[in-house]
């Protein structure tokens, strides 16, 4: 079946500018994450959603990011007023149990 | 709070030697362990997971992995590295929910 599917691919925007990243989970996953990759570095926790609960936004950076998920699919991780520091490969996962799958990432570049 | 730590930020082997790409985990029950890898450019791929039943998991691509609780480690191990091993490895422990990621190690395969 499909596995995670992420757009855009790749993201070039200017500073100060939003930007919305898109994530589609694999259908019945009812645990879904968002992840930020920096150039060289490990992976960092942004957010999780799991079914109609409340979303863990433990991880988000500043009050310019947000994420919503609609029900059981498709998220939107959205970023306002963008600085340089923003850019990232940002990665989703979904996961049904314990084991998570992930998308091929979003590559967002702020200049 | 949980934590994963991959003791080598990078590995270096030659061709046809054995790997080994070191972790520990902290959690004091039993975890649910996970071994990620990343090409370059590409997103996360699941190598294994262990979720306490046989303490040895293998995975794909040859490696497999220990889970010993005396020692709080999950290493990854090889006999035979492959020149298309290079890429980067995340080690992930899942408890309550939350996925903790090490800092990952860089594998390098020299000819």
């Known amino acids: 079946g499909a596995g995670v599917s992420q757009s855009p691919s790749n993201k070039v925007t200017e500073k100060g500018k939003d930007v919305e990243l898109r994530c589609d989970p694999i259908?019945?996953?009812?645990?879904l994450y968002w992840y930020r990759q920096r150039l060289g570095q490990g992976l960092e926790f942004l957010i999780y959603?799991?079914?109609?609960?409340?979303?863990?936004k433990s991880g988000l950076p500043s009050d310019r990011f947000s994420a919503e998920r609609t029900g059981e699919s498709v998220s939107t991780l959205t970023i306002q007023r963008t600085q340089q520091e923003d850019s990232a490969v940002y990665l989703c996962?979904?996961?049904?149990?314990?084991?998570?799958?992930f998308g091929p990432g979003t590559r967002l570049l702020v200049l | 709070a949980q934590s994963v730590t991959q003791l080598d930020s990078h590995v270096s082997v030659s061709e046809g030697t054995p790997v080994l790409l070191r972790c520990n985990y902290s959690?004091?029950?039993?975890?649910?362990l996970f071994w990620y890898v990343q090409h370059p450019n590409k997103g996360l791929q699941l190598l294994l997971k262990?979720?306490?039943?046989?303490?040895l998991v293998k995975g794909i691509n040859g490696f497999e992995a220990e889970f010993k609780k005396s020692e709080t480690s999950f290493h990854l191990t090889k006999p035979s590295a492959h020149m298309s091993d290079a890429a980067e490895y995340f080690c992930?422990?899942?408890?309550?929910?939350?996925?903790?990621f090490g800092s990952g190690t860089k594998l390098n395969v020299k000819p």
């Open positions: 996962a979904s996961s049904l149990v314990e084991t998570q799958y």
């Open positions: 262990y979720t306490s039943a046989a303490t």
């Open positions: 959603f799991q079914g109609n609960s409340a979303p863990d």
């Open positions: 992930v422990e899942y408890n309550f929910n939350k996925f903790y």
């Open positions: 959690s004091s029950y039993s975890p649910s």
């Open positions: 259908s019945g996953h009812t645990a």
